[in-house]
């Protein structure tokens, strides 16, 4: 608390120097003594900041509202809002809050019309240009909450709720493509790869196969030379790569499908069972000591089992 009026005062002094900046500054002064449950003194500077005029007045008008909302003044609320309106100008942004407070506020259909308000205000032109680009947007929140309104309402899906999905899919995508930049990083970082399979030991796939025999189809059943040959063909082509093998189970995975309802016909499910065993399970770091036990489960040292020069000399 005591931090917060602190800074909260610091904001106010910045206000009165920067007199181009005050109104955003107030704002946020504003802001801090909500936090710090001044909610009056919050409210003098909103005041202040709407006698500025200029674009943060709407915004101030709307946070007012929002004051007004939370003391259970819904009259003073929308009288607030009728203020914002006639200050508006072209302010899309300060029209696309006061749509999320009444949304917050169960207030879907006045919700609605503030969206809509804040739509075009953004303007024809600049939605085309939404649509025609295949970036992620700042402006998917004002789409998104939009669509949330109208299926409060009930409403068939309109163009611009297309937009909003399509926006939506564009910041995951771009989420996920920033993800996998970063771990590619962190691998060059440590300038080697970790390679990542779930493996199962003969007796336990042989259990497996009992259980699950659409997953472990006759090409699958005792594999591990296979595997192996796999391993080492990655191991020569990435020779930096360290390999990790986890141990998968049938009781393990059955409590997995359990769990999670998945379909151990899909490789999805292997993958996050994987991820499940990695995390509570068995791993072994492949290859394994010449004179170790091999990985595949079969009881005989590595050198005498897949690691044998000669397959016919070796299980499987
Ligand atoms: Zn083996």
Redesign the pocket.
């Known amino acids: 608390m005591a931090d917060t009026s602190t800074y909260a005062l610091d904001l106010e002094a910045d206000a009165a120097r920067y007199p181009d900046e005050a109104g955003e500054l107030l704002m946020e002064a504003a802001h801090q003594w909500r936090l710090g449950d001044d909610a009056t003194r919050a409210h003098a500077l909103l005041e202040q900041v709407r006698d500025l005029g200029g674009e943060d007045a709407a915004y101030a008008c709307v946070t007012l509202a929002d004051l007004a909302f939370e003391e259970g003044d819904d009259d003073q609320a929308h009288a607030w809002l009728a203020e914002a309106e006639e200050v508006l100008n072209d302010n899309s942004g300060a029209a696309e809050m006061a749509g999320e407070l009444l949304a917050e506020y169960g207030r879907y259909a006045e919700a609605l019309r503030w969206f809509d308000l804040a739509i075009g205000l953004y303007g024809a032109e600049a939605v085309a240009q939404l649509r025609n680009s295949d970036l992620p947007s700042p402006m998917a929140p004002m789409f998104l909450g939009r669509r949330d309104v109208r299926r409060e309402l009930g409403l068939a899906p309109d163009e611009y709720d297309d937009l909003a999905e399509e926006l939506r899919r564009r910041g995951r995508e771009f989420g996920e493509r920033i993800e996998a930049y970063a771990a590619a990083q962190e691998r060059e970082d440590s300038g080697q790869r970790l390679v990542r399979l779930l493996v199962w030991r003969r007796a336990e796939q042989a259990e497996a196969a009992q259980r699950w025999p659409e997953v472990f189809t006759a090409k699958v059943l005792g594999n591990?030379r296979t595997v192996?040959a796999e391993l080492r063909d990655g191991a020569r082509a990435n020779p930096a790569d360290r390999v990790e093998l986890v141990i998968a189970s049938v009781a393990g995975f059955d409590d997995h499908l359990t769990r999670t309802g998945n379909d151990p016909l899909q490789e999805a499910t292997r993958l996050a069972y994987m991820e499940e065993a990695h995390a509570g399970g068995e791993i072994l770091a492949w290859p394994p000591g010449r004179n170790e036990a091999?990985?595949?489960?079969?009881e005989?040292k590595?050198k005498k089992?897949?690691?044998a020069p000669d397959p016919l000399s070796?299980?499987?």
Do not use: L, T, V
């Open positions: 591990h192996e091999c990985w595949c489960g079969s005989r590595y089992c897949c690691d070796a299980p499987g």
